[in-house]
């Protein structure tokens, strides 16, 4: 839950009606609407508590269709139809991933069919591409939006021992999404990765998908964002790159790392439950079932962010460096690690719950990713902690869909506004970044938990 209920102030309420109207209307670049961006990201998160399995005639009328591939169970997709009840604005075409599981998942939230399908096949077939366009009602008269979260796994960090492998194909359906983007020519696509997306290793992948962009006449921008400062109870770093056939300013957070939403907002009112044995009012509130020799392990760490301690549990831990979050908890009063889909697993990190002797339910893996309980997950237990640490958290995605609403309706921003926002990021990264980000995160530990 969102800490106080948001409302807009009263010299903005004007505006937002201009919004509204601009919106429904399709009287487009005349106002300069930016000074809205927060209110309009927090009270959107508000409504996304309340979420339930949205109905299609709810948004069918909505003036901007949005077509989001390898959509996984629908994360990004939640910011968006969380703006929805503030600005009715989108039109969900339908969430395509190849993973079925998943799209039932996206198909069961947004009332829209099952796209069971492998973006590969539809990039290089133009007649299967057009084929699924009219099977959804792509219409191109209709301003439109495309998101691309291609699954990370082929850029993250800890793929060291292959970064030598670029032939990977998860790293060439950055290109594909680019080949799909090329014949669709959308008003706007928003792209998710991990930060190593834009590093020294990987720029090549990004570059090229860059520079058909640009060919296409897109305005192409890109930065590194911490999902804690939209609002996640969660330290999530993760790179955005955005697309428009215009200029704009990108996203930004709005919370200090002192303001931080901590894993005791998140999950501390859920019931208590053993490990393996679900919640009788709440299925996904259920962990894995370890065994005794794990729990024996859990039960000597600290509370509240404890470590394991020496000469606990398996004796290569001891002997190898970079384990030290093995079998650790998480603090109650910080945001979470970085959720994946080892959450369940203490010996995979720091997913041991803060005081009870088990990994992280899926529950409280989806509500640190801050999904909201009415979000519906279908498929075994695998899958749906698969969905929930793939995802792009819901809060964050409202910040980007926030954002990416405003740049379309409003005016071209000055120069001076330009200068003011989140720079793109034009040169890559440290191929390292996982530890710019641990540094980042010591320095601020230093300065704010003593």
């Known amino acids: 839950m969102m800490d106080r209920k948001i409302v807009f102030r009263e010299d903005h309420l004007m505006s937002i009606d201009l919004l509204r109207k601009s919106v429904s209307e399709g009287r487009w670049g005349l106002d300069d609407f930016r000074s809205l961006k927060v209110e309009l990201l927090r009270c959107a998160q508000e409504k996304q508590t309340d979420f339930r399995p949205l109905r299609k005639e709810v948004y069918s009328g909505n003036p901007i269709q949005l077509i989001d591939f390898f959509c996984g169970a629908g994360g990004t997709s939640l910011g968006f139809a ?41 990039a290089e077939d133009e007649d299967k591409l057009r084929e699924f366009l009219d099977e959804i009602g792509f219409d191109r008269n209709i301003p439109t939006i495309l998101i691309g979260c291609a699954p990370c796994q082929g850029f993250t960090s800890h793929r060291k021992k292959h970064w030598n492998e670029e032939d990977d194909t998860r790293n060439n359906l ?55 400062s939209f609002g996640v109870p969660q330290e999530r770093f993760r790179s955005i790159v955005i697309g428009m056939k215009k200029n704009f300013i990108l996203p930004e957070g709005y919370l200090e790392p002192n303001e931080y939403r901590t894993v005791r907002e998140a999950i501390g009112g859920l019931n208590p439950v053993p490990a393996g044995v679900a919640d009788p009012d709440d299925p996904m509130h259920k962990s894995a079932a370890h065994k005794k020799t794990t729990i024996e392990v859990l039960a000597q760490v600290p509370h509240d962010g404890g470590n394991r301690p020496a000469g606990v549990g398996p004796a290569c831990l001891d002997r190898t460096k970079g384990f030290s979050d093995t079998y650790g908890r998480l603090y109650w009063d910080r945001p979470s690690i970085t959720i994946t889909h080892y959450a369940r697993n203490p010996a995979s990190g720091r997913y041991t719950h803060p005081e009870q002797d088990r990994g992280l ?50 005016s071209e921003p ?31 530990k230093a300065e704010q938990y003593v």
């Open 414 to 444: 000055t120069k001076e506004e330009i200068e003011k926002s989140p720079a793109s990021i034009e040169e890559p990264v440290s191929s390292s970044y996982s530890s710019v980000i641990a540094g980042i995160k010591i320095k601020r």
């Open 82 to 122: 969380s703006i929805n009840e503030v600005i009715p604005a989108f039109r969900f075409l339908g969430g395509c991933d190849i993973n079925k599981a998943s799209a039932e998942s996206y198909a069961r939230n947004y009332g829209t069919p099952v796209i069971n399908r492998d973006i590969i096949d539809l």
């Open 174 to 228: 950055v290109n594909i999404f680019a080949k799909i983007v090329s014949w669709i020519k959308p008003d706007a696509f928003v792209m998710e990765n991990v930060p190593e997306f834009l590093s020294n290793r990987y720029w090549t992948y990004f570059s090229a998908a860059k520079e058909q962009y640009l060919k296409d006449g897109y305005v192409v921008k890109e930065n590194i964002y911490n999902a804690a």
């Open 361 to 410: 339910t899926a529950r409280e893996a989806a509500l640190l990713q801050s999904f909201p309980m009415g979000f519906e997950f279908t498929g075994k237990s695998d899958d749906i902690y698969r969905q929930i640490g793939e995802a792009v958290p819901p809060l964050f995605a409202a910040g980007i869909a926030a954002d990416v609403l405003i740049e379309l309706v409003s």
